[in-house]
């Protein structure tokens, strides 16, 4: 699990092994008491599963609609190199490498 701090909180991971290690982790922004159930999911790579670099926020929440206060990726598959990510609004995202579907 990632450590938090004083400005956020990392929790429900979803981690695919590989080269590299791919993680989406929640993240919780700690600067409004009382509002710490916001999140958006963030992507981070390990090149051994225990040392993370976080590379910033892949999916979160719509301003004015009812995902608002947040979003996570609940679900990551990797058929055959590409990855099918699912949220927890039931938006899905796929990432495939160039020339996965030809």
């Keep these: 699990m990632l450590p938090g701090d ?12 590989g080269d590299p290690w791919r993680m989406w ?3 919780h922004p700690l600067d409004v008491v009382g509002a710490e159930d916001r ?5 981070a790579t ?4 225990l040392t993370w670099q976080l590379h ?14 947040g979003a996570r990726v609940t679900a990551v598959l990797d058929p055959d190199g590409c990855v099918l990510i699912v949220g927890s ?3 899905v995202l ?8 030809s």
């Design 39 to 43: 999140m958006s999911t963030w992507y």
């Design 6 to 17: 004083e400005t956020s909180a990392f929790n429900d991971p979803v981690v695919l092994a």
């Design 25 to 27: 982790v929640c993240r």
């Design 56 to 69: 910033g926020d892949v999916l979160s929440g719509r301003a004015g609609r009812w995902d608002a206060r």
């Design 94 to 101: 796929t990432v495939c490498p160039p020339g996965a579907w």
């Design 89 to 91: 609004e039931c938006r």
């Design 46 to 49: 390990s090149a051994d599963g």
